[in-house]
């Protein structure tokens, strides 16, 4: 059978490590445009491609790299703009997973790294220095969601010559855009919402130029981050689904935010599609009406108390990840948190009696049973 012949609805799983060259006429091709085809699948493959521009283009952008993993992804975010001897600006509300990052591994490559506080992200004159490249931040904070106001804080960085690095994980580009509030650039575990299903581990990063687009391409390569092609055609395939499932989410997370707020047994709930989140009005306005699937509660101090809601819940088991169809539970204290400071931790308020939710796409009803039973 002629295979120029065959012209398959979905693109295949180029399940290679390499591809072939007819003779030395065709290697030279590749050399003078590495965009004319395909050599080795580190330096790209067509499925990873294929990934990147689709995030690319809910984005928003002018290119996009897809990565082994979130972390992947913050690294080549960073490694674009920053050498040795910057200095990084962080929001304080950050993953822990990006704190161990600039704490520990920028550290030894001469890259120095200082948080600010929510309440100052909009007013950084105090924290820039003439070392000072970017500051990352998430557009929902991870675990108390505390959402940005993209635009002021694209505004504030670019006054100081800073390049705006927004982690977007939380919220998906269903409901935040920030390249559109002049964010420079975007980045995803595409592990969370972008797939959609647990059963992915990639990142992605998307550029609002095309210069910056190369050189997110180029530390892909160099790095070794490209993201292999059955990942990228599982991530591809989330992606189909992702504003249905991102309406679904944000719906059901608003019924079980009302619910848990009422509760006699939770002491908060953080949440911005309840009227009495700081943000909420900031969250409407950006998000498009919608909130996304991602909540904190805080219980009693008492890890006896955690565990017995851990145990007593079916619903919501504790999985220390997010975003997929189906709900789950976290502790940010001992998972995803554990890496910051204690003097951190006790400054954004993450302590034991603080649990984060994923809510899932599952009839509601079933979710507010269980967590009703789980918090009696």
């Known amino acids: 059978m002629d295979l120029s012949t065959i012209h398959p609805k979905v693109t ?80 304080a509300d950050i993953y822990g997973g990006s704190a161990a990052l600039l704490n520990l591994e920028l550290a030894r490559l001469g890259i120095t790294v200082s948080y600010v506080p929510f309440e100052e992200l909009y007013d950084l004159k105090t924290h820039v220095t003439l070392a000072t490249r970017l500051l990352l931040c998430e557009t929902m904070s991870n675990p108390l969601l505390r959402v940005v106001d993209v635009a002021r ?57 095309t210069e910056d687009a190369a050189r997110l391409r180029q530390i892909g390569t160099v790095y070794g981050l490209t993201l292999s092609p059955m990942e990228s055609w599982l991530s ?85 990840s997010l975003a997929g169809v189906d709900s789950s539970c976290s502790h940010p204290l001992t998972t995803s948190h554990r890496a910051l400071t204690e003097a951190q931790r006790a400054e954004l308020g993450i302590t034991v009696g603080l649990v984060r939710l994923s809510v899932g796409i599952e009839p509601v009803e079933e979710l507010l049973a269980d967590l009703a039973q789980a918090l009696e």
């Open 236 to 320: 591809v395939r989330g992606l189909k689904t992702l504003r249905l499932r991102m309406a679904a989410h944000s719906e059901n997370a608003w019924l079980v935010a009302e619910f848990l707020d009422e509760h006699p047994a939770v002491e908060a709930v953080y949440y911005p599609g309840l009227p009495t989140h700081p943000q909420h009005a900031l969250a409407l306005a950006q998000g498009g009406g919608r909130f996304g699937g991602m909540m904190s509660f805080r219980l009693a101090d008492d890890a006896a108390v955690i565990n017995r809601f851990m145990q007593r819940s079916q619903r919501f088991p504790f999985a220390p």
């Open 12 to 91: 295949p799983i180029y399940q290679t490590s390499v591809f072939k060259f007819e003779d030395l006429n065709a290697i030279q091709e590749y050399i003078d445009d590495p965009q004319s085809r395909y050599m080795y699948s580190r330096n790209g493959n067509p499925n990873s491609d294929e990934l990147a521009e689709a995030v690319s283009r809910w984005e928003g952008g002018a290119g996009a790299v897809a990565t082994g993993s979130g972390m992947a992804a913050i690294f080549a975010a960073l490694m674009t703009y920053c050498r040795a001897g910057d200095h990084v600006l962080c929001a």
């Open 153 to 209: 804080v694209a505004t504030e960085c670019h006054a100081h010559g800073l390049k705006l690095v927004v982690d977007n994980t939380f919220a998906s580009p269903v409901l935040t855009k920030p390249l559109a509030y002049g964010a420079d650039l975007v980045m995803h575990s595409v592990t969370k919402y972008l797939a959609g299903h647990s059963d992915v581990t990639a990142g992605a990063v998307v550029a609002r130029t």
